[in-house]
């Protein structure tokens, strides 16, 4: 019987949930779900002058907002420092570390002649074999694994193949610091294990983490958890993400309007590929991913094709989750205040009314948004300085005709006052577009807006009227 998959999404909690720390989770979750496993989440908080409450709320909420659902209870590093201390105690017991009394400037002396040798910065292990007895009075030693020095770490990873490092490379890392607190190194390897972590897929920055990991598995003589490395985020340029290209977090796209399944849409795409395939519904993207087939070169970010994916998604969802959406982006944006204070049942009902065509042109739920400001307007309208220039006295006695051939429509919808309009048109030797132009600016304080008819019907007519008065020429 096989072992079931356990992975992990360890994030450090010094910052936003990034938007490559949101990929590692996708991928995570993508490929424990597609196996039957479980996705654990730990938070990471061991340096704690970094560390930061607010930093972990933002973490916790924005893989909520993505839809990453983790299984159990989250845990936190720092509370498990003792289990850490224990093990580092049982490698020194078995021979497998050692105390070190190495001062802060031996370690830099250390270092300044590696560097002035043109040589690779390592600890020269002179506290390997020695005698504690040697060490000078009330020093406090750090803990350091005694590590191989001949031979070769190897790691078979999913992503990366088959990477070796030469023993002779790579020092006696430090396991306890000096003041007990053990190190990132030891945690991770710990926690890993004690969590039943069988495969950990991260970032390629942690490459090299991985063969020191190993080592210490090995000393451990515990197994080692499959390896995947997932290459970086580049800008489109192919530099390093910046926040210009998008290195940004989750939770500045939620402001910046795009949908949480188009983000993850999005993600999954880069550096993963399945055949020409774009779309991917979540069930899609769990029966299709697989380690593999990422791969090994960084993936470019590209905002554009993020917002065509996002315009996609909006189109073909439900209105009333769009308008689930609609309210919960209100938040981020400069008017939102104000509109939510006008939500009610009936500007609600307006706007799952107006939304088939406002979806239809909206990239984000902030168009889309922006697009909706018609319905939540205050008499009289702010006019647009391109919706101002339009409003010449004949355009206003225009609009006060029109206002009297609506007058007449009783039955108010889309297609009544489209046939109104159309009759006004043809009886005056006018083309619809020069009747439609001032009725979207009279009625909505702009030159673009949904179809004009639409807004007519989503206003209703005594709004409608009100509108028109407030610009018609006296």
């Not at 356990?6 to 949101?22: E, N, Y």
């Not at 993505?66 to 299984?71: E, N």
Request: hydrophobic fraction near 40%.
């Amino acid at each position: 019987m096989t072992e079931p998959v356990v992975t992990r999404f360890a994030p450090s909690p010094t910052g936003f949930l990034h938007i490559g720390g949101a990929r590692t989770a996708l991928f995570n979750w993508l490929y424990a779900k597609k196996r039957g496993g479980k996705i654990l989440l730990r938070i990471e908080d061991t340096d704690r002058e970094r560390s930061t409450e607010p930093a972990i709320a933002a973490i916790l909420e924005g893989l909520k907002w993505l839809g990453i659902a983790w299984d159990g209870e989250t845990v936190y590093q720092f509370q498990r420092a003792a289990r850490h201390r224990e093990v580092a105690e049982q490698l020194l017991a078995a021979g497998n570390a050692y105390r070190c009394y190495a001062t802060a400037e031996e370690l830099t002396q250390m270092r300044e002649l590696a560097r002035a040798e043109g040589r690779a910065v390592r600890y020269d292990g002179r506290w390997r074999d020695r005698d504690p007895s040697d060490a000078p009075a009330g020093a406090k030693p750090t803990i350091r694994l005694k590590a191989p020095t001949t031979g070769k770490t190897v790691v078979e990873d999913q992503v990366q193949g088959r990477v070796v490092w030469q023993n002779e490379n790579l020092d006696d890392l430090v396991l306890l610091r000096s003041d007990g607190n053990p190190t990132y190194m030891l945690a991770v390897v710990v926690d890993d294990h004690d969590m039943g972590v069988t495969h950990v897929i991260r970032g390629d920055d942690h490459l090299i983490n991985a063969a020191r990991q190993k080592q210490i598995y090995d000393a451990l003589a515990w197994s080692v958890p499959v390896m995947s490395h997932i290459p970086l985020i580049h800008g489109p340029d192919g530099s390093k993400l910046s926040k210009r290209h998008g290195a940004l977090g989750v939770e500045a796209y939620r402001a910046m309007g795009y949908l949480p399944e188009a983000l993850r849409n999005y993600l999954v795409r880069l550096g993963w590929s399945h055949g020409d395939q774009e779309i991917f519904s979540t069930q899609e993207m769990i029966d299709a991913f697989d380690l593999p087939a990422i791969g090994r070169s960084a993936a470019r970010f590209d905002f554009a094709k993020l917002e065509n994916l996002n315009g996609h998604y909006i189109r073909t969802s439900d209105d009333r989750h769009l308008l689930k959406a609609f309210e919960d982006v209100l938040q981020f944006v400069p008017n939102g205040a104000a509109i939510t204070s006008k939500l009610n049942d009936a500007t609600r009902a307006q706007l799952l009314q107006a939304m088939p065509g406002l979806k239809e042109r909206a990239k984000t739920i902030v168009e889309l948004i922006d697009s909706a400001n018609f319905i939540f307007a205050d008499r009289p309208l702010e006019m647009e300085p391109k919706a101002a220039a339009v409003l010449t006295p004949e355009t206003r006695q225009l609009i006060g005709r029109l206002r009297a051939a609506l007058e007449s429509v009783k039955d108010w919808s889309a297609a009544t006052t489209e046939a109104a309009m159309r009759d006004f048109a043809e009886q005056n030797g006018l083309k619809l577009g020069g009747v439609a132009q001032p009725l979207r600016v009279a009625l909505t304080g702009r030159t673009t807006s949904p179809g004009i008819f639409d807004v007519l019907a989503v206003l209703g007519r005594d709004t409608c009227l009100e509108r028109l008065q407030d610009q018609a020429a006296s």
